[in-house]
């Protein structure tokens, strides 16, 4: 196996380990009797340390969980917060031409 075949197959497990766990955060926030309830403090750190430990970068996370802990529910999946979010925050960076947001791909719910 060359150098790169290995950083594929390193990249392709740290992806399916986020994905994994976010996985986890979304099911435990998204049960019947949560999805009416505020987002609570365990689940935002948990989404905020997952997205600083996928390089999302400081300012993209704090965006996003700060638009996830203030938005009220109403019955949504934290999936679909934090999915509109990120389209949120990925057109502002585009908008400002600071980077270009990373891909995240997983997080959508397809």
Same mark, same amino acid.
């Given at each position: 196996?060359?150098?790169? &075949?290995? =950083?594929? %197959?390193?990249?392709?497990?740290?992806? +399916?380990?986020?994905?994994?766990?976010?996985?986890?955060?979304?099911?435990?926030?998204?049960?019947?009797?949560?999805?009416?309830?505020?987002?609570? $403090?365990?689940?935002?750190?948990? =989404?905020?340390?997952?997205?600083? /430990? #996928? &390089?999302?970068?400081?300012?993209?996370?704090?965006?996003?969980? &700060?638009? $996830?802990?203030?938005? #009220?529910?109403? !019955?949504?999946? *934290?999936?679909?917060?934090? %999915? *509109?979010?990120?389209?949120?925050?990925?057109?502002?960076? +585009?908008?400002? !031409?600071?980077?270009?947001?990373? #891909?995240? !791909?997983?997080?959508? /719910? &397809?």
């Amino acid at each position: 196996m060359g150098f790169f &075949d290995k =950083l594929r %197959s390193s990249l392709t497990r740290t992806k +399916e380990q986020i994905v994994s766990r976010f996985e986890e955060i979304v099911q435990k926030a998204d049960t019947e009797q949560q999805r009416s309830r505020p987002i609570d $403090v365990d689940t935002i750190e948990a =989404l905020e340390e997952l997205l600083i /430990s #996928a &390089d999302v970068g400081l300012a993209a996370t704090e965006r996003i969980v &700060d638009a $996830v802990r203030t938005r #009220a529910r109403h !019955g949504e999946s *934290l999936r679909d917060l934090v %999915s *509109l979010s990120l389209g949120r925050t990925a057109v502002r960076y +585009e908008d400002v !031409g600071q980077i270009q947001p990373p #891909a995240l !791909g997983g997080f959508t /719910s &397809d």
